[in-house]
């Protein structure tokens, strides 16, 4: 009997040799004959099929008994796949060892008779005879499948909501920001560093005009536009928490570790990583998105909670044609 | 007598019973002797059409528990940080299904696996057509269609995953939105058309995805799938070049019995594995995630594999938009979003035709395969075109990338910029070089071929080279 080894280096020595003849086709190979035909199994073959059959039934009716008492996904995902591994390992086995082997040769349907293609030709023409204005009627039915087409693309774009909806956001003067649990926020609750999401009072928080984001810097630090002098009482400042790239929720903050050597204060989104500096009116510094943070004034009220001073001062998220240029 | 059935009557016998009413005992027999080519990489393509068969299979189970709904409601169970918790009903029910349905969460699991590996066999089986030039004339229209199929699958797989309303769902359908807002002109609207407002969109956009999850997508996909295997089966499949094989014929195994048995073998293995994997290897825990606020975001949040290419080139477009007469006309996200899908897609459509036209000038009918080397052009570019598309890929896992070498994405993307130049064309030279040096060697199997000197030594202790 020979070794495994001398097997294993026979099989080796076929694959090889069939490669070889595979990839580099002999003239004179066109002209051999693949065909085989082999039946018959080893000893082993038949029984081995049945047990794993045997087996796959058993476990696919354990999966069963499992599913019933409520058994953990484990243990109903183990005895499924185990079963689907048996049945699968008895059809390969069965196919390739038990089954007849066969390599057959079936020739090819190759191209199509040009004839058919005249006489398929002279049906459609003939679809045509005695017809006389053939240009108008083309143009005709041009007309009316443009007609189609236009009604088709109108009714698209009319029946949905307004696009101009895009642009609304609930903030107005005079209105409190309050956090996820409707309290009023105090400016004293806030330190140097914080980073709070806040809500117009009353609003629907699920709007995407009504999350904004509030941190407090050192007022020294600011480099607000003139026009936003008085946005910031005590280095309070707020943004929209929406991106303006692609509508992610901003809910990064880049606090710097060191002041001098640290990169500044920045609101960064985590789906695309486009960083807004805080301290300049939310400056894109990196990443893709094309305008800055809308910013909300803010000012105190007497119990030194915060209150928005005005409206939002661009449009919120995504930009879209509506949606007014790099600085609005 | 009514009911007793005599052993000679015809109806006793199946062949015979269907054959009398249905007439299809010479095309039955036909299909039985039909051929398939033995060789691997043709198995690239079953799987796809088995992990669909999964896909439906353990879909159907989902969807008679899902309820797609953005309904709030307050969920109870046993998953205590969210018990009490005000949710959707879509979130609610996908809670149910991980957690109170027997079975539910294996079901879930599977069918999220399915999902990565059929696109993950339909992009391998892609590059197997492609490198060994399956899409020369006449297979261009299947060709089409298959690279149709790809498309529509990563969009069922978006819109699958999106349905949960978990946080990573919404954070998903936000990119979405803003992807579509930016189409210049018509973006505003189809944007508030599809979801039914402004995002995250009107009580029915939940439904409309779901519809189009279950039906619209699901019966495009198998409608597609059922063209592409009978345009498979009219020239019949193609074939490596080997001892007896023609353009004219093919050799190979018939379909019954043996075929039949391995490919319904491969069926169960498919199934198998992806059973093993919802079994023991948890995906998407969507309780872990949170149902999705749009104030709430999370850092490292990672789409579904086939999304990586899009998050990667949104990241790496700088921040330019086209701004005119006060208003934005083409918004960032349209660049990666939208313009780089299209261009990717329009260059796997064109291919067999630009091939064929400007380069092989190759317009008869071919049906033995090339091997990537016979070709170096072609290979070096398919090398080059897939190179370019993974550079964006991996810069769709910057997160990951962060974690695993503490390289800042900042860095990263500057990085990538490059590579999205670069890349491309080492790899064209590298591949084109390869092919070269492989053909070359006429017998050389790029990973058998021994590229060594035999030598021996001599009776008189000296050593010889032998030939050869």
């Known amino acids: 009997m020979r070794s495994l080894l001398t097997r294993l280096a026979i099989l080796v020595g076929v694959l090889r040799g069939t490669a070889r003849a595979r990839h580099a086709p002999e003239p004179e190979e066109d002209r051999v004959d693949p065909r085989r035909y082999e039946t018959g199994s080893p000893p082993w073959g038949e029984p081995a099929v049945a047990a794993l059959l045997v087996a796959a039934g058993v476990l696919f009716t354990a999966f069963a008994v499992l599913i019933a008492v409520d058994a953990d996904t484990q243990l109903l995902g183990g005895a499924l796949g185990l079963g689907l591994a048996a049945l699968s390992a008895a059809l390969v086995l069965g196919g390739k060892r038990v089954a007849p082997r066969e390599t057959a040769v079936e020739e090819r349907p190759i191209g199509e008779p040009r004839e058919e293609q005249t006489v398929l030709r002279e049906e459609l023409a003939r679809g045509a005879d005695g017809v006389s204005r053939r240009g108008l009627l083309t143009a005709a039915a041009g007309t009316a499948g443009a007609g189609a087409l236009a009604a088709a693309g109108l009714t698209v774009t009319a029946i949905g909501p307004s696009a101009s909806a895009l642009d609304d956001a609930p903030w107005r003067a005079g209105r409190r920001l309050v956090g996820e649990d409707d309290q009023p926020i105090n400016a004293d609750e806030l330190e140097d560093g914080s980073f709070i999401t806040a809500f117009p009072e009353g609003a629907d928080k699920r709007e995407l005009g009504s999350p904004v984001v509030v941190v407090r810097v050192a007022p020294a630090t600011l480099r607000l536009p003139p026009d936003r002098r008085g946005w910031a009482p005590e280095g309070l400042l707020a943004y929209s928490k929406i991106c303006t790239h692609a509508g992610c929720a901003v809910a990064l903050y880049r606090k710097p570790t060191d002041e001098a050597l640290s990169s500044p204060p920045a609101l960064v989104c985590p789906c695309h990583y486009s960083t807004f500096d805080v301290r300049r009116a939310a400056k894109v510094t990196f990443g893709p998105a094309g305008r800055p943070l809308p910013q909300l004034p803010l000012r105190l009220d007497a119990q030194r909670n915060l209150v928005a001073a005005g409206p939002l001062s661009g449009s919120v998220g995504p930009a879209w044609w509506g949606t007014k240029g790099r600085h609005a | ?150 498309g529509v699958v990563i969009l069922e797989g978006y819109v699958g995953y999106s349905l949960l309303d978990d946080l990573l769902s919404g954070m998903g359908l936000a990119i979405g939105n803003g992807a579509a807002l930016s189409i210049p002109g018509a973006g505003g609207a189809l944007g508030s058309l599809v979801w039914d407002g402004p995002f995250p969109g009107g009580s029915a956009f939940l439904p409309r995805l779901f519809f189009v999850h279950v039906f619209v997508l699901p019966a495009l996909i198998a409608v597609l799938i059922g063209v592409h295997l009978a345009l498979i089966v009219r020239p019949h499949h193609t074939q490596f070049p080997g001892p007896g094989r023609r353009e004219s014929n093919v050799v190979g195994s018939p379909l019954w019995p043996g075929y039949a048995l391995r490919s319904l073998g491969m069926f169960a293995a498919v199934a198998s594995v992806l059973v093993l994997l919802g079994a023991f290897i948890q995906i998407n825990p969507i309780w872990q995630w949170g149902p999705y606020e749009p104030w709430l975001g999370e850092n490292g949040a990672q789409p579904d594999w086939y999304l990586g290419w899009l998050i990667g080139a949104l990241r790496l477009m700088p921040n330019l938009e086209v701004h005119a007469f006060g208003r934005t006309l083409v918004p960032n996200p349209f660049f990666g979003g939208l313009l780089f899908p299209t261009v990717v897609f329009l260059v796997l459509y064109a291919w067999p035709w630009l091939e064929q036209r400007l380069f092989t000038r190759d317009l008869s009918q071919h049906h033995l395969l090339d091997r990537p080397r016979d070709n170096p052009r072609r290979t070096a570019f398919a090398t080059a075109f897939l190179t370019w598309v993974a550079t964006v890929f991996f810069a769709g896992s910057a997160d990951r990338l962060f974690l695993a070498f503490g390289v800042s994405y900042e860095v990263q993307v500057r990085i990538f910029r490059v590579l999205f130049f670069v890349a491309p064309v080492v790899a064209y030279a590298l591949a084109r070089r390869v092919c070269l040096e492989l053909r070359k060697r006429p017998d050389g199997h790029p990973l058998r071929a021994v590229d060594a000197e035999v030598v021996r030594r001599s009776a008189d202790g000296s050593f010889v080279a032998e030939d050869g």
């Open chain 2, 1 to 150: 007598m009514i009911g007793v059935r005599h052993r000679d009557e015809p109806d006793h016998d199946p062949v015979a019973f269907v054959g009398d009413r249905v007439r299809t005992s010479g095309p039955l027999r036909a299909a039985l002797r039909y051929v398939f080519p033995d060789h691997w990489s043709f198995l690239l393509g079953e799987m796809a059409l088995y992990s669909f068969f999964v896909l439906v299979a353990t879909g159907v189970f989902l969807a008679l528990f899902f309820d797609a709904s953005s309904t709030e409601v307050i969920w109870h169970g046993p998953y205590a940080p969210l018990d009490g918790a005000t949710v959707s009903n879509a979130y609610a029910s996908a809670l149910d299904l991980s957690f109170k349905i027997p079975g539910g969460l294996l079901l879930r699991q599977t069918h999220h696996w399915a999902a990565l590996v059929f696109v993950v066999s339909i992009v391998l089986h892609l590059l197997r057509i492609f490198y060994t030039a399956a899409f020369r004339k006449p297979r261009e229209l299947n060709y089409m269609i298959g690279v149709t199929l790809l």
